[in-house]
């Protein structure tokens, strides 16, 4: 006797929920239920939904922030923002709890990474030659390195703080007060503003 079981269907969407960050087997079958229980508008409003994020959604040409059809993304394209500050970070999502700090009103740039040769992340594989050619456009410009706190973090602005040395611009970094080894989103808006503010020159 083969025991009863949903039809081959909600199997194959319980696998590709599955597949997805932070949904175990139980979430999985949650959302599928949920979805079925809704009817079809639901289901074609995400699947809408993913299908154009997805299609449509890149990275900003110039700062390497998430923008749509390769446009600029807000910042780049917001000229009431100041240019002579450069907010350096790891990944995109890292500009957003900055902005949601509120005090920064300059641009930013996107490493695309952390310098991590045990992970095989070379300098030439993040976005470093853009950055020199953003700070040589913006002569005067302070680049603020808002970077993590763990080893790979420390390496990265050193590096960088070396291959800036020979640029017009001033060099600092966010002031101590971030969880040590973790990235910019898990620390709370107050502690990002202060550690902002506080900002201690490197170079
Ligand atoms: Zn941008």
Redesign the pocket.
């Known amino acids: 006797m083969k025991a009863q079981d949903y039809p081959p269907e909600v199997l194959e969407l319980l696998a590709s929920l599955k597949r997805m960050p932070g949904v175990g087997s139980k979430g999985a079958e949650r959302l599928a239920l949920w979805f079925l229980q809704q009817g079809r508008n639901e289901a074609q409003r995400l699947a809408a939904a993913l299908s154009t994020a997805v299609s449509t959604v890149g ?7 998430f ?1 749509t059809e390769g446009k ?6 917001d000229t009431t923002r100041d240019s002579s500050l450069l907010c350096l970070v790891e990944q995109p999502t890292d500009v957003l709890p900055i902005e949601r700090c509120g005090i920064f009103r300059g ?2 740039h ?1 490493l695309g990474g952390k310098i991590s040769p045990l992970d095989g992340v070379m300098p030439e594989d993040l976005s470093v030659e853009k950055l020199l050619e953003r700070v040589r456009a913006l002569p005067g410009c302070e680049v603020i390195l808002a970077l993590s706190s763990d080893v790979e973090g420390e390496a990265t602005a050193l590096y960088l703080a070396e291959q800036l040395s020979p640029l017009p611009c001033k060099v600092s970094r966010l002031a101590q007060g971030l969880p040590a080894g973790a990235g910019l989103g898990h620390a709370d808006p107050i502690t990002l503003m202060r550690a902002l503010q506080g900002r201690s020159g490197l170079l």
């Not at 990275?59 to 922030?65: L, N, V």
């Not at 600029?72 to 394209?77: G, H, Q």
């Open positions: 990275y900003c040409p110039c700062c390497g922030f923008s600029l993304c807000t910042a780049c394209s641009l930013y996107c």
